[in-house]
């Protein structure tokens, strides 16, 4: 499956973005997804994930009451909600695709896009 990751651009603190990954070349709903995210020198990280029929979401805590995974099996498309956006948000954000079970191991996504970059000023 490729994807493809947009939405990514400069924002205040306490803003939003909504990211968006499109997905081809396989069915999509086989698929569970995740957000990663690689701030400047630092490792990539994991943001949150979404099982294939979204029914089930999953967050790391320093998201968590600010970001919305969610998706849309129809658009073959998968989002990211971002609110009450921090200057420590700002990345480069990516989205991936895995066989299953979802996790926070980027090890368990076998796919992914080319990255949308976040800048969150103060």
């Known amino acids: 499956v490729q994807l493809q990751a947009s939405g990514g651009g400069s924002v205040q603190a306490g803003g939003s973005l909504r990211l968006s990954c499109a997905a081809s070349g396989r069915t999509f709903s086989y698929y569970d997804m995740g957000w990663f995210r690689q701030a400047p020198g630092k490792e990539r990280e994991f943001v949150a994930a979404?099982?294939?029929?979204?029914?089930?979401?999953f967050y790391e805590d320093f998201v968590k009451g600010r970001f919305i995974i969610s998706r849309d099996n129809a658009k073959n498309t998968v989002y990211l909600q971002m609110n009450s956006l921090k200057p420590e948000d700002t990345a480069v954000y990516y989205c991936?695709?895995?066989?299953?079970?979802?996790?926070?191991?980027?090890?368990?996504?076998?796919?992914w896009g080319q990255g949308t970059l976040v800048t969150v000023s103060s």
């Open positions: 991936a695709a895995s066989n299953g079970p979802y996790g926070s191991s980027a090890e368990g996504y076998a796919f």
């Open positions: 979404i099982s294939e029929s979204g029914g089930a979401t």
